[in-house]
């Protein structure tokens, strides 16, 4: 027997159709009985937006569907002469969270710095405080070591010996630009009140460490930037 389809939305591309509607609500964490939609939207022809409400709660959820088929118009003159879009449950729609952009040349040498910043950016977006600081913390000490090693050639042993350091002996034994140097112990200090039970630094908060991490990120930025331009113009005199 063929699954029951629920048209949801009719308009100059065809018809809409649903497989489901979701049994579970995410504000009440329990499974529920939805037979109805609320409203429907088509981000495109492979994806599809439904908006529903709890029963329970009565709060509003949208959902996620994509595309199963397509089956084209009847062209004999008896049958439906719309295309029919039919699409599978996936989910609750999770909101997209744009997130900083990062100078190209971070973007390329740190790549994991700048997944460990986007992940933290939207832990925050999301109110999720307690974590987010914890986030931009790691993303430092991953920049720190990384740019400490990218700097010159090392050995594997001195590699290895930088990858197992405190972050703060990283910035104080390593680091010679002396903005990177005062930026990123700061926020180093601030990292720290994130991750640890007392708070040193009562008068700052988030905000300032994540405003002293983008501050040694553009130093860094700078710096990087400035060398590969004195390399790729030797002085010709």
């Known amino acids: 027997m063929d699954k029951q389809y629920t048209s949801v939305l009719n308009n100059n591309s065809g018809v ?15 499974n ?19 908006a529903v409400k709890c029963p329970k709660c009565k709060k509003l959820f949208v959902t996620l569907y994509n595309e199963a088929s397509k ?26 969270i744009k997130t900083k952009e990062y100078p190209e040349i971070i973007n390329k040498k740190f790549p994991k710095v700048v997944d460990i910043l986007n992940e933290s950016e939207k832990a925050k977006k999301l109110n999720l405080l307690k974590i987010a600081g914890m986030g931009y913390r790691k993303a430092l000490e991953f920049l720190m070591k990384e740019y400490v090693i990218s700097c010159s050639p090392r050995s594997d042993t001195d590699i290895e010996k930088i ?34 039970y007392e708070r040193i630094w009562q008068e700052k908060d988030l905000n300032d460490l994540i405003a002293l991490v983008n501050l040694t990120i553009s130093y ?3 710096e990087l930037t400035g060398k590969q331009y004195i390399e790729s ?3 010709k005199k």
């Open 16 to 30: 809409h159709s649903i497989d489901k509607y979701s049994d579970f609500c995410p504000y009440c964490q329990v």
């Open 32 to 50: 529920v009985h939805i037979d109805n939609y609320e409203s429907a939207s088509l981000l495109d022809n492979s994806s599809l937006h439904v």
């Open 71 to 96: 089956q084209a118009p009847d062209r004999t003159g008896y049958g439906n002469r719309q295309f029919h879009f039919k699409y599978h449950f996936v989910g609750d729609a999770q909101p997209e």
């Open 163 to 196: 990858k197992e350091m405190f972050l703060s002996n990283v910035i104080s034994g390593y680091i010679e630009n002396a903005n990177i140097k005062e930026l990123a112990r700061r926020a180093s200090w601030l990292g720290n009140d994130e991750s640890h």
């Open 220 to 222: 860094v930025s700078m």
């Open 233 to 235: 113009m030797p002085d």
